[in-house]
């Protein structure tokens, strides 16, 4: 199975992808939403909830996934990962996610990831969708 994590910028091959608490960047409205324990919304919809294992790291097979949770991190990174540890999955998320106690970097896919207006609106309304068949 092919594994992405979209996060903080600047990991190379062979380094661990570790939990951390949020980061809050300046004039960030999600940032700081997740900041407080808040989930932040764009265009009228839930984006980024707080996780309830902050102590682990997600993963996920859906690359636009990933890639959206890079955007967040103001041109973060898209990896393809392996768990380091046993992943659980994870019910949190509308697509398919696990969480395991650390990731490995196997290669960068994408870096400076940003998503354009359209980009980000398909991915919402995959989301949204997700949600609806989820019945959230």
């Known amino acids: 199975m092919r594994y992405f994590h979209g996060g903080v910028p600047g990991l190379r091959p062979g380094d661990l992808v570790i939990p951390h608490p949020p980061r809050v ?3 960030c409205p999600v940032c700081a939403a997740r900041a407080r324990g808040l989930t932040a919304t764009l265009g009228g919809h839930p984006v980024d909830p707080p996780t309830r294992r902050a102590d682990r790291v ?4 859906d690359r636009e996934y990933a890639r959206f949770y890079a955007s967040l991190c103001w041109y973060g990174d898209l990896y393809t990962v392996e768990p380091v540890g046993e992943p659980e999955p994870s019910n949190e998320d509308p697509f398919p996610s696990w969480c395991t106690p650390e990731a490995r970097v196997i290669s960068v896919y994408d870096r400076a990831v940003q998503l354009n207006p359209g980009q980000r609106n398909r991915l919402i309304r995959r989301w949204a ?5 989820a019945g959230r």
């Open 25 to 27: 960047l300046d004039g």
């Open 58 to 61: 997600y993963i996920t097979t």
């Open 129 to 133: 969708q997700a949600d609806r068949e």
